[in-house]
């Protein structure tokens, strides 16, 4: 399957990052499986922290302070995986240096930060920019797309990610984590509720109203939550939470037959069900990273952005990340939830 997106152009990409955490670890252990990037550059607050992720991983050059790794850094491409709060600043000084920009999910805390950067990139055309929203990526969510055609009738669905954070315990006990900080665009929504969103608007596309059901944590973050995305024939249920863990599955129902989804952010296992109950794989079971298809994709674009194909999907992922970054604060007005700075 993966071959699909490979090209025979093996030039590699120069790749710097902001944010050494396990996300970043994750990403990187992606790439080098890739073989299309080269990390080269690692900025970190801490120059110990920079020098000790560059060990580990074969960067090149490490910096603490943001200026001179822009100015200096030796790369063309920058993955960005600091605190949400600060997404909108780094990926504004990294388009204005020419450097395609790969944001992890969310990108920006509102639409005003992606209006602003929609018109940056318009100011510089050559910048290609990309939300790191992994599970539209994969195989099997090409798998659901496919089966979702086939259909006779769609009458909505539900989308269940939610996984237990182990810094809600530094909450319950009286601390601040970024995750569970308003100062920096924390909460569930934000960190795991983006997939069950991306979910929705990649498969039925914007809905006509959005609202958002949270349960507020003592740091004033949403910790879980249910959204309900209203559709001009149905509604999508979307339910998330950092604070409890849940086992159900997600489901795309149809008449009688239903998509079943081991869950609504990894999407690992595929499943459909005719009218008898029959359950039948679709897609398929993985144990790869699940950063790898989309860094291949990103890969593939930046690599040869003017192939129609490339430009097509592109164009594609670049309006979604507009629409998610639209429903995502259409929830938060709705639950009257503000980030610091707002």
Do not use: C
């Not at 954070?165 to 970024?178: F, I, T, W």
């Not at 959005?210 to 995305?229: E, F, R």
């Not at 005719?274 to 690599?303: C, H, W, Y």
């Amino acid at each position: 399957m993966l071959k699909f997106y490979l090209r025979r152009d093996k030039k590699m990409i120069k790749l710097g990052i902001i944010g050494t955490n396990w996300i970043t670890q994750q990403f990187i252990d992606a790439i080098k499986e890739s073989k299309r990037y080269q990390l080269t550059s690692v900025y970190s607050r801490h120059l110990d922290t920079a020098k000790s992720f560059a060990d580990h991983n074969g960067a090149t050059e490490t910096f603490d302070d943001l200026k001179t790794f822009f100015n200096e850094g030796d790369f063309d491409t920058l993955y960005i995986a600091s605190p949400n709060s600060l997404h909108f600043d780094q990926a504004k000084q990294a388009i204005d240096h020419e450097k395609n920009v790969i944001v992890e999910k969310p990108a920006f805390m509102n639409v005003d930060q992606m209006d602003q950067i929609q018109a940056l990139l318009k100011e510089h055309p050559t910048v290609s920019y990309f939300e790191a929203a992994r599970n539209i990526h994969t195989p099997n969510f090409r798998a659901i797309s496919e089966k979702l055609a086939d259909l006779k009738l769609v009458q909505g669905a539900e989308f269940t990610y939610s996984k237990y954070s182990s810094r809600y315990d530094k909450v319950l006990a009286g601390e601040e984590p970024n995750v569970f900080s308003l100062k920096f665009a924390g909460g569930a929504l934000q960190d795991l509720g983006v997939y069950t969103v991306y979910d929705a608007v990649t498969l039925f596309g914007l809905p006509t109203a959005a609202t958002y059901y949270p349960q507020l944590v003592s740091t004033g973050v949403d910790g879980k939550g249910t959204a309900i995305l209203s559709y001009p024939n149905y509604n999508v249920t979307l339910n998330f939470s950092k604070i409890s863990n849940s086992y159900m599955t997600s489901e795309i129902y149809g008449l009688k037959d239903v998509i079943e989804l081991d869950d609504a952010g990894e999407i690992q296992r595929v499943n459909y069900i005719d009218a008898k109950g029959q359950r039948s794989p679709i897609g398929e079971q993985t144990d790869q990273n699940p950063m790898l298809p989309e860094a291949l994709d990103f890969a593939r674009v930046i690599s040869d952005p003017d192939n129609a194909k490339n430009k097509q999907d592109y164009d594609r992922w670049l309006k979604l990340s507009v629409g998610v970054n639209r429903v995502l604060f259409d929830l938060r007005k709705s639950a009257h939830i503000k980030f610091e700075g707002e």
